[in-house]
């Protein structure tokens, strides 16, 4: 099946469509992997309405890529970005291909990795939504929201440094400090969820066991492209 890539940041998208490049080649053979085609609005046209907090046409952008993509022939669709989810639920029933959805290929991750508690990372919009809550919750699973102040120098730091390819030692030891504090609550793992957290952040230098939201939809959409009829 040919996958389509609805692109946030520039630096997501592509950990995304290297992920599943390079799963491709493991399963297929040196070089191969599923069809792939990627659309990306720029980042500042879905600011605009994330400052407003205006999910609807957050979502309409998300449409926008979605005919265009789907024109370009391809079946399925992802999003290699957490925060845009909360506009995919009002445009998904108009969509023109299925979407597959990040937090639900987390949480099902998470339930099969036997983790109770995780902790989530992400935008302060990110974590204040309840994309996450709502895919854990349905798998019995507990969250921990990190506090208002760790939610905005997280999010500085996404939005500042990580969407812009910066990488900085003071960025790692902030995420570092969250996941730490996320531990002390009780937390046996955390989400990454911003598609560029995990640039900077994996179960090597991490507290706490990480699902990789990038790598893990990235993943999934191998196993959707090549699962057969």
Same mark, same amino acid.
């Given at each position: 099946?040919?996958?389509?890539?609805?692109?946030?940041?520039?630096?997501?998208?592509?950990?995304?469509?290297?992920?599943?490049?390079?799963?491709?080649?493991?399963?297929?053979?040196?070089?191969?992997?599923?069809?792939?085609?990627?659309?990306?609005?720029?980042?500042?046209?879905?600011?605009?309405?994330?400052?407003?907090?205006?999910?609807?046409?957050?979502?309409?952008?998300?449409?926008?890529?979605?005919?265009? &993509?789907? =024109?370009? $022939?391809?079946? /399925?669709?992802?999003?290699? !970005?957490?925060?845009?989810? #909360?506009?995919?639920?009002? @445009?998904?029933?108009?969509?023109?291909?299925?979407?597959?959805?990040?937090?639900?290929?987390?949480?099902?991750?998470?339930?099969?990795?036997?983790?109770?508690?995780?902790?989530?990372?992400?935008?302060?919009?990110?974590?204040?939504?309840?994309?996450?809550?709502?895919? &854990?919750? =349905?798998? $019995?699973?507990? /969250?921990?929201?990190?506090? !208002?102040?760790?939610?905005? #120098?997280?999010?500085?730091? @996404?939005?500042?440094?990580?969407?812009?390819?910066?990488?900085?030692?003071?960025?790692?030891?902030?995420?570092?400090?969250?996941?730490?504090?996320?531990?002390?609550?009780?937390?046996?793992?955390?989400?990454?969820?911003?598609?560029?957290?995990?640039?900077?952040?994996?179960?090597?230098?991490?507290?706490?066991?990480?699902?990789?939201?990038?790598?893990?939809?990235?993943?999934?959409?191998?196993?959707?492209?090549?699962?057969?009829?």
């Amino acid at each position: 099946m040919h996958i389509g890539i609805v692109a946030g940041s520039a630096e997501g998208a592509a950990l995304c469509y290297r992920t599943i490049v390079h799963e491709g080649a493991k399963r297929l053979g040196p070089w191969a992997h599923p069809r792939v085609t990627l659309d990306s609005i720029p980042l500042a046209e879905y600011q605009v309405f994330v400052d407003r907090g205006d999910w609807p046409q957050v979502g309409e952008l998300l449409l926008r890529s979605a005919h265009t &993509l789907a =024109a370009a $022939g391809v079946d /399925f669709l992802i999003l290699p !970005d957490n925060t845009f989810h #909360q506009g995919l639920a009002f @445009i998904e029933s108009r969509s023109p291909r299925p979407w597959l959805h990040i937090a639900a290929v987390v949480a099902g991750e998470a339930r099969s990795r036997g983790f109770h508690r995780v902790g989530l990372l992400g935008t302060k919009w990110l974590v204040a939504s309840e994309v996450y809550p709502q895919q &854990l919750s =349905a798998r $019995g699973l507990a /969250f921990v929201r990190p506090s !208002d102040a760790d939610r905005e #120098q997280i999010s500085r730091y @996404i939005m500042e440094e990580l969407v812009n390819g910066i990488f900085s030692s003071e960025s790692i030891a902030c995420h570092q400090r969250v996941i730490t504090r996320l531990k002390d609550q009780g937390c046996d793992a955390v989400v990454l969820g911003c598609t560029e957290i995990p640039l900077i952040i994996s179960d090597e230098n991490s507290p706490l066991p990480t699902l990789d939201s990038t790598r893990l939809l990235a993943r999934a959409a191998v196993d959707r492209a090549l699962a057969k009829p």
